[in-house]
C-alpha cells in the first residue's frame, strides 16, 4: 500500500464494501450514490463505510474518491503505488477495511447491491460467510463460460478445497473470517481459493449479475 489517502472516523462501523478499482473513474460516484443509500438502509445508525482500492489508476479515479470523500466521508481510499491486480488490491483492502462484516464488490455494478439486505440478515442469523452465487452467467460470452466452467472443474477435481460454482469474490464475511484471511502467509493470492479454505459457518444467496456499466 503506496498511502492511506483518506482520515479514518473514531468508531468502527458495522458494514465495509470494499471496492478495488482500476481506471473507473466514471464509475465511482453512481457507485457511492447506488450502494451508499441501500448502506443507509441496512444500517441507519450502526454505520458504514465504502473503502476503495485505487489499483494504480492512470485516469482520474483517486480524484473521483476524493470527490466523494469530501461529500461522505464514510467513503474511504487507499491507494497502490502501481498496478498489482485484482486479487492483491482485494488484500489490501481486507487490510485496512475495519466493519464487523467486509464485502467485496465491483465498482461496475455487475454484482447488485440489491442483494446486500439478504446478506446482512443471514450473517446477522449468525451466518458467518454468506457468498454470492449467479442464477446464470448468461451476461458472460460464451469464451468466458467456457473457461470458468473448465477452471472450476478442474480445480475442485485436484483440490480438497472446493470452491462453490458460479460464486465470485461477492460475499458478506464476518470479522472473524476477515482476520483469518489476513493471517494467512501467502503473498501471491487466489482469493476465491483462500475463501473457500477458510471454512466456517457458511450460506449462499442467489443473484443475477447485470451487464457492465
Ligand atoms: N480491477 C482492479 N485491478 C485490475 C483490474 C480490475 O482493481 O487490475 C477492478 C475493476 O476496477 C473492477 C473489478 O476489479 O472494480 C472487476 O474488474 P472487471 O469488471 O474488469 O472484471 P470482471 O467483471 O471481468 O471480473
Ligand atoms: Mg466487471
Not at 477452471?151 to 462453490?164: E, F, L, T
Not at 472473524?176 to 493471517?183: C, G
Request: net charge negative; with cysteine.
Amino acid at each position: 500500500v503506496a498511502d492511506v489517502i483518506l482520515d479514518q472516523p473514531d468508531v468502527a462501523p458495522l458494514l465495509s464494501v470494499v471496492v478495488p478499482v482500476k481506471n473507473e473513474e466514471q464509475g465511482i460516484l453512481p457507485f457511492v450514490a447506488r450502494v451508499g443509500a441501500i448502506l443507509d438502509e441496512i444500517a441507519p445508525t450502526e454505520g458504514w463505510e465504502i473503502l476503495f482500492v485505487d489499483d494504480g489508476s492512470a485516469d482520474a479515479t483517486l480524484a473521483a474518491i476524493v470527490a466523494a470523500h469530501q461529500r461522505d466521508p464514510r467513503v474511504r481510499a487507499i491507494s497502490l503505488s502501481r498496478n498489482f491486480g485484482k486479487e492483491a488490491a482485494l488484500s489490501a483492502g481486507l487490510d485496512h477495511a475495519r466493519g464487523s462484516a467486509v464485502i467485496p464488490m465491483d465498482v461496475d455494478m455487475q454484482d447488485p447491491p440489491e442483494v446486500l439486505p439478504e446478506m446482512v440478515a443471514k450473517w446477522r442469523d449468525g451466518v458467518e460467510m454468506v457468498f454470492g452465487v449467479r442464477r446464470c452467467r448468461d451476461s458472460d460470452p460464451l469464451p468466458k463460460r467456457l473457461t470458468a466452467s473448465l477452471y472450476y472443474r478442474a480445480h475442485n477435481w485436484v483440490s480438497q478445497d472446493k470452491i462453490p460454482e458460479n460464486a465470485g469474490d461477492f460475499r458478506l464475511m464476518d470479522r472473524k473470517v476477515v482476520d483469518v484471511i489476513r493471517a494467512l502467509p501467502e503473498r501471491n493470492r487466489f482469493m476465491k481459493g483462500l475463501f473457500a479454505w477458510a471454512g466456517f459457518r457458511q450460506a449462499a444467496v442467489e443473484y443475477d449479475r447485470a451487464e457492465r456499466e
